[in-house]
């Protein structure tokens, strides 16, 4: 059984940095798409950043040059290093797992099968 457990949020002033986590378990699959969602209160969730199992990565505009996405084969993490914080990051996070590769363009999360419960991400300004 696949599972996906999300750590690392907390709260920060603009500017600031986190890391979040995600450890998968469960998931055997050579070729995969793991991604990072968000959702605010009363908006819809965002696909952020996304990383192949070949490595290839993809960022949602709003993030670009301000978060990486890095997964650890090894240790079965995932990651998201969050820079340069702003206020409208403010969201819960959410790791994702798809079977087979990354698809192109939107970060979709009609596209992944598996999913964390989230973790909390405060900016304040």
């Known amino acids: 059984q696949v599972h996906l457990v999300e750590s690392g949020g907390g709260s920060v002033q603009a500017g600031g940095s986190l890391r979040l986590s995600c450890a998968v378990s469960?998931?055997?699959?050579?070729?995969?798409?793991m991604a990072w969602f968000r959702q605010a209160p009363g908006k819809e969730r965002e696909g952020v950043a996304r990383?192949?199992?070949?490595?290839?990565?993809n960022y949602a505009d709003s993030v670009k040059g301000r978060f990486t996405i890095v997964q650890l084969h090894a240790d079965d993490l995932v990651y998201l290093q969050m820079n340069s914080l702003k206020p409208e990051d403010t969201a819960m996070y959410y790791c994702?797992?798809?079977?087979?590769?990354?698809?192109?363009?939107?970060?979709?999360?009609?596209?992944?099968?598996?999913w964390g419960q989230g973790t909390q991400v405060t900016v304040s300004s």
């Open positions: 469960g998931f055997t699959y050579s070729t995969y798409c």
């Open positions: 990383i192949d199992s070949d490595g290839g990565r």
């Open positions: 994702a797992a798809s079977i087979g590769r990354c698809g192109y363009g939107v970060i979709s999360e009609y596209d992944y099968n598996y």
